[in-house]
Protein backbone atom coordinates (compact mmCIF):
# COMPACT_ATOMS: atom_id res chain seq x y z
CA UNK A 1 0.00 0.00 0.00
CA UNK A 2 1.79 3.47 -1.46
CA UNK A 3 2.17 6.01 1.38
CA UNK A 4 2.10 9.49 0.69
CA UNK A 5 3.78 10.51 -1.90
CA UNK A 6 5.31 14.20 -2.22
CA UNK A 7 7.11 15.67 -4.81
CA UNK A 8 10.01 16.98 -5.21
CA UNK A 9 12.29 15.46 -2.69
CA UNK A 10 14.17 18.61 -3.04
CA UNK A 11 14.12 22.12 -4.24
CA UNK A 12 16.85 24.63 -4.49
CA UNK A 13 15.85 27.91 -6.19
CA UNK A 14 16.33 31.69 -6.13
CA UNK A 15 14.76 34.38 -4.00
CA UNK A 16 11.65 35.52 -5.95
CA UNK A 17 10.77 32.83 -8.11
CA UNK A 18 7.65 30.52 -7.65
CA UNK A 19 7.38 27.16 -6.05
CA UNK A 20 5.10 24.29 -6.20
CA UNK A 21 5.10 21.26 -3.48
CA UNK A 22 2.75 18.19 -4.19
CA UNK A 23 1.24 15.80 -2.28
CA UNK A 24 -0.76 12.81 -3.28
CA UNK A 25 -2.46 11.32 -0.27
CA UNK A 26 -2.75 7.54 1.16
CA UNK A 27 -6.10 6.68 -1.22
CA UNK A 28 -9.29 6.69 0.84
CA UNK A 29 -7.89 9.24 3.18
CA UNK A 30 -10.00 12.10 3.35
CA UNK A 31 -7.93 14.82 5.75
CA UNK A 32 -4.76 16.39 4.07
CA UNK A 33 -2.55 18.07 6.10
CA UNK A 34 0.37 20.57 5.57
CA UNK A 35 3.41 21.22 8.00
CA UNK A 36 6.64 23.17 7.68
CA UNK A 37 9.26 22.03 10.21
CA UNK A 38 12.19 24.27 11.13
CA UNK A 39 15.10 23.78 13.83
CA UNK A 40 13.69 26.86 15.10
CA UNK A 41 9.81 26.84 14.98
CA UNK A 42 9.44 23.09 15.12
CA UNK A 43 6.74 21.35 13.33
CA UNK A 44 3.86 23.70 12.53
CA UNK A 45 0.36 23.27 10.93
CA UNK A 46 0.01 25.60 7.73
CA UNK A 47 -3.19 24.47 6.36
CA UNK A 48 -5.54 21.38 6.70
CA UNK A 49 -8.03 19.78 3.99
CA UNK A 50 -11.53 17.45 4.75
CA UNK A 51 -12.50 15.85 1.70
CA UNK A 52 -10.87 18.43 -0.80
CA UNK A 53 -11.47 21.51 1.23
CA UNK A 54 -9.86 24.05 3.06
CA UNK A 55 -10.94 23.74 6.55
CA UNK A 56 -8.36 25.73 8.61
CA UNK A 57 -6.29 27.69 7.21
CA UNK A 58 -4.51 30.37 9.76
CA UNK A 59 -1.09 28.78 10.12
CA UNK A 60 0.05 30.21 7.06
CA UNK A 61 2.15 32.42 7.16
CA UNK A 62 0.77 35.10 4.79
CA UNK A 63 -0.84 35.84 1.28
CA UNK A 64 2.50 34.48 -0.75
CA UNK A 65 1.43 30.98 0.62
CA UNK A 66 -1.34 29.35 -0.82
CA UNK A 67 -2.87 25.60 -1.56
CA UNK A 68 -5.25 24.00 -3.16
CA UNK A 69 -7.08 20.28 -3.84
CA UNK A 70 -8.70 19.90 -6.35
CA UNK A 71 -9.16 16.48 -5.71
CA UNK A 72 -9.12 13.78 -3.53
CA UNK A 73 -5.98 12.60 -4.92
CA UNK A 74 -3.97 15.80 -5.01
CA UNK A 75 -2.95 18.63 -3.15
CA UNK A 76 -0.21 21.77 -3.88
CA UNK A 77 1.13 23.99 -1.61
CA UNK A 78 2.50 27.41 -3.29
CA UNK A 79 5.20 29.89 -2.69
CA UNK A 80 4.92 33.32 -4.72
CA UNK A 81 7.07 34.52 -4.28
CA UNK A 82 9.70 32.84 -2.27
CA UNK A 83 11.94 34.30 0.68
CA UNK A 84 14.95 32.85 2.02
CA UNK A 85 13.06 32.43 5.56
CA UNK A 86 10.66 29.44 3.48
CA UNK A 87 13.64 27.52 3.77
CA UNK A 88 12.34 24.38 5.50
CA UNK A 89 11.12 20.66 5.45
CA UNK A 90 7.52 20.51 4.14
CA UNK A 91 5.78 17.92 4.86
CA UNK A 92 1.94 16.69 3.99
CA UNK A 93 0.04 14.24 5.75
CA UNK A 94 -3.04 12.17 5.05
CA UNK A 95 -5.50 10.79 7.39
CA UNK A 96 -9.15 9.07 7.81
CA UNK A 97 -12.36 9.25 9.77
CA UNK A 98 -14.27 7.29 10.89
CA UNK A 99 -11.40 5.44 12.77
CA UNK A 100 -11.07 6.23 16.02
CA UNK A 101 -7.88 8.07 16.73
CA UNK A 102 -6.56 7.58 13.38
CA UNK A 103 -3.30 8.97 13.38
CA UNK A 104 -1.65 10.90 10.78
CA UNK A 105 0.98 9.11 8.10
CA UNK A 106 3.61 11.86 6.83
CA UNK A 107 5.12 11.92 3.58
CA UNK A 108 9.00 12.08 2.94
CA UNK A 109 8.43 15.88 3.01
CA UNK A 110 10.37 18.46 0.29
CA UNK A 111 13.26 20.03 2.01
CA UNK A 112 12.94 23.24 0.20
CA UNK A 113 16.01 26.10 -0.03
CA UNK A 114 15.76 29.46 -1.26
CA UNK A 115 19.00 31.39 -2.24
CA UNK B 1 2.94 28.71 27.04
CA UNK B 2 3.30 26.16 24.56
CA UNK B 3 0.16 24.30 24.01
CA UNK B 4 2.46 20.74 23.88
CA UNK B 5 6.39 20.82 25.64
CA UNK B 6 8.53 18.99 25.31
CA UNK B 7 12.20 19.26 26.91
CA UNK B 8 14.43 19.33 23.74
CA UNK B 9 17.28 16.98 25.36
CA UNK B 10 19.31 15.78 24.32
CA UNK B 11 18.78 12.74 26.52
CA UNK B 12 21.11 10.28 26.75
CA UNK B 13 20.90 7.33 28.12
CA UNK B 14 23.25 3.62 27.96
CA UNK B 15 22.54 1.07 25.99
CA UNK B 16 19.56 -1.22 27.82
CA UNK B 17 18.51 1.56 29.86
CA UNK B 18 15.22 2.97 29.87
CA UNK B 19 14.37 5.87 28.21
CA UNK B 20 11.68 8.38 29.36
CA UNK B 21 10.55 10.97 27.70
CA UNK B 22 7.51 13.27 28.70
CA UNK B 23 5.05 15.69 27.87
CA UNK B 24 2.93 18.36 29.11
CA UNK B 25 -0.59 20.02 27.16
CA UNK B 26 -2.36 22.96 28.05
CA UNK B 27 -5.92 21.67 27.05
CA UNK B 28 -7.60 19.93 29.34
CA UNK B 29 -9.92 19.03 26.76
CA UNK B 30 -7.14 17.15 24.84
CA UNK B 31 -8.66 13.67 23.51
CA UNK B 32 -5.99 11.21 22.38
CA UNK B 33 -1.91 11.72 22.52
CA UNK B 34 0.25 10.14 19.85
CA UNK B 35 3.96 9.58 20.04
CA UNK B 36 6.08 9.59 16.56
CA UNK B 37 9.56 8.71 15.78
CA UNK B 38 11.81 10.84 13.83
CA UNK B 39 14.96 10.02 12.61
CA UNK B 40 17.49 12.97 11.13
CA UNK B 41 16.82 13.69 7.47
CA UNK B 42 12.98 11.57 8.13
CA UNK B 43 9.65 12.55 8.45
CA UNK B 44 8.15 11.55 11.60
CA UNK B 45 6.33 7.89 11.82
CA UNK B 46 3.82 6.91 14.54
CA UNK B 47 5.29 4.32 17.48
CA UNK B 48 1.96 4.90 19.51
CA UNK B 49 -1.43 6.40 20.82
CA UNK B 50 -3.50 6.57 23.83
CA UNK B 51 -6.72 8.08 24.70
CA UNK B 52 -7.23 6.86 28.19
CA UNK B 53 -5.47 7.34 31.80
CA UNK B 54 -3.14 4.33 32.31
CA UNK B 55 -0.38 2.76 30.58
CA UNK B 56 -0.46 0.89 26.87
CA UNK B 57 2.25 -0.68 26.37
CA UNK B 58 3.86 -2.42 22.96
CA UNK B 59 6.63 -4.51 22.56
CA UNK B 60 9.35 -2.26 24.18
CA UNK B 61 6.90 0.99 24.01
CA UNK B 62 4.77 2.40 26.66
CA UNK B 63 2.74 4.81 26.57
CA UNK B 64 1.63 6.48 29.95
CA UNK B 65 -0.87 9.06 30.09
CA UNK B 66 -2.48 10.92 33.40
CA UNK B 67 -5.09 13.90 32.30
CA UNK B 68 -5.52 15.50 36.00
CA UNK B 69 -1.88 16.22 35.30
CA UNK B 70 -2.05 16.80 31.93
CA UNK B 71 0.85 15.11 30.88
CA UNK B 72 2.02 12.07 28.59
CA UNK B 73 5.12 10.01 28.92
CA UNK B 74 6.45 7.23 26.13
CA UNK B 75 8.78 4.46 28.26
CA UNK B 76 11.56 2.62 25.81
CA UNK B 77 12.59 -0.05 27.84
CA UNK B 78 15.83 -2.31 26.61
CA UNK B 79 16.85 0.97 24.89
CA UNK B 80 19.36 0.14 21.62
CA UNK B 81 21.21 2.64 19.45
CA UNK B 82 18.99 2.25 16.83
CA UNK B 83 16.64 4.32 19.02
CA UNK B 84 18.22 6.99 19.01
CA UNK B 85 16.06 9.78 16.95
CA UNK B 86 13.83 12.96 18.14
CA UNK B 87 10.24 11.76 19.48
CA UNK B 88 7.75 14.17 19.14
CA UNK B 89 4.63 14.38 21.18
CA UNK B 90 1.46 15.10 19.49
CA UNK B 91 -2.30 16.01 20.95
CA UNK B 92 -5.38 16.08 19.37
CA UNK B 93 -7.83 18.37 20.89
CA UNK B 94 -10.70 18.30 18.13
CA UNK B 95 -11.48 16.71 14.76
CA UNK B 96 -8.70 15.38 13.04
CA UNK B 97 -5.62 18.37 13.82
CA UNK B 98 -2.93 17.45 15.66
CA UNK B 99 -0.68 19.84 17.78
CA UNK B 100 3.07 19.16 17.56
CA UNK B 101 5.17 19.41 20.81
CA UNK B 102 8.77 20.68 19.91
CA UNK B 103 10.36 17.08 19.81
CA UNK B 104 13.08 15.25 22.51
CA UNK B 105 15.99 14.48 20.55
CA UNK B 106 17.36 10.92 22.15
CA UNK B 107 20.48 9.62 22.25
CA UNK B 108 21.44 5.56 23.13
CA UNK B 109 24.91 4.86 23.72
CA UNK B 110 26.68 1.90 23.00
Known amino acids: DAGVIQSPRHEVTEMGQEVTLRCKPI?????LFWYRQTMMRGLELLIYFNNNVPIDDSGMPEDRFSAKMPNASFSTLKIQPSEPRDSAVYFC?????????????FGDGTRLSIL | QKEVEQNSGPLSVPEGAIASLNCTYS??????FFWYRQYSGKSPELIMF????GDKEDGRFTAQLNKASQYVSLLIRDSQPSDSATYLC??????????FGGGTRLMVKP
Open chain 2, 50 to 53: IYSN
Open chain 1, 27 to 31: SGHDY
Open chain 2, 90 to 99: AVRIAGNMLT
Open chain 2, 27 to 32: DRGSQS
Open chain 1, 93 to 105: ASGATGISNQPQH
